[in-house]
């Protein structure tokens, strides 16, 4: 019996070495290209040389009752995600870790944060600003934005491929809940997906951000 119990253990062991394996494997391929890979398609498919899709032009309003558009993030690097206010289960974590992004680029102005509410007709701008309040949160480095829900969810699900339930059920009444982080270059390419409440992803795509920087 013991003996089984010995074998199980090494088992486990050895599966989760190939899974590291495997995952470093992938992070290499990324890191060891000259660029990052660009993404066109809600199933993030890599393509290594430039595609179609940017995000698509958006119109929303801050915290601070500001309007906030793609011009706001010209010629900057960013890392968009969806929340909510009264969110009690992944949203905390997932403002959490922005706020770490926020802290680590304080002094970069070419990096910038973005989150949109996808409970609109909750979140005023109100709402926002006292959310901002509550968590920290640098109105010139990161803007909480609301606004019109259905442009809301269009830029969600069309533009940076968020919603992952939308792509199997197509029902354009479903609550939209990701844990991605995406980010997004200086020319408005998708550039990673990220899981926004795992600290390794959080790491990995902080060091694709480096490989990004050095982009002409």
Known sequence: MKSIFIIGIFAICFACNQK?????????IQVSATNLPYFESPDFT?????VKHKIPDFSFINQNGINITNATYKGKIYIADFFFTTCPGICPKLTKNMNILQELYKENDDILLLSHSVMPWVDSVDKLETYALNNNV???KWNLVTGDKDQLYAIARNGYFADEDFKKTLDES?????????????EGYIRGVYNG?????LQRLI?????LEKEV
């Not at 590291?20 to 290499?28: R, T, V």
């Not at 890599?46 to 430039?50: D, L, R, S, V």
């Not at 060091?207 to 490989?211: E, Y």
């Open 174 to 186: 479903e609550f939209i809940h990701t844990e991605n982080f995406i980010l997004v270059d200086k």
């Open 207 to 211: 060091r694709h951000i480096k490989l």
């Open 20 to 28: 590291k394996s495997s995952e470093s494997k992938i992070e290499d």
């Open 46 to 50: 890599p393509k290594w040389e430039k």
């Open 138 to 140: 640098d109105s010139k």
């Open 197 to 201: 409440t795992i600290e390794l992803d």
